[in-house]
């Protein structure tokens, strides 16, 4: 018996493109110090942010839970599982400012670091 799928005609490489959209990816390190894949994504896709933000912003983004599912797909209760994960792992701090409140989030990259080094065998340092 044949396992693979029949590829129905009319399937072109441009509806691929279209379909699939954007890949979602995530750094495997960050699992065993996040306690999971989901909040090893969100933490993933907080450092990628820092990385594009203005240096004069000390770190701190603001994203919306619509801008969170967007980007990494994760529901608001997914969302909220994660954020608690890395604040209280020390890796994410929030803050609400203005009015109507905004989110404010930044990465505490000395907190990543210490969690990585304190996971990684002391032969593979």
Do not use: Y
């Amino acid at each position: 018996m044949n396992t693979r799928a029949a590829v129905p005609s009319g399937i072109t490489a441009e509806l691929l493109l279209e379909v699939f959209d954007l890949p979602v990816s995530f750094h495997r390190c960050l699992v065993p110090i996040t306690g999971g894949v989901t909040a090893a994504l969100m933490l993933s896709q907080a450092i990628w942010t820092t990385q594009a933000i203005d240096s004069t912003a000390n770190g701190w983004f603001s994203k919306s839970q619509d801008e969170w599912s967007d980007e990494t797909g994760l529901t608001r209760w997914e969302q909220e599982t994660a954020r608690r994960a890395l604040r209280s792992a020390g890796f994410l701090e929030e803050r609400r400012i203005g009015m109507p409140a905004k989110l404010w989030f930044r990465v505490r990259p000395e907190a990543v670091w210490r969690a990585l080094r304190a996971h990684t065998p002391a032969d593979r340092r």
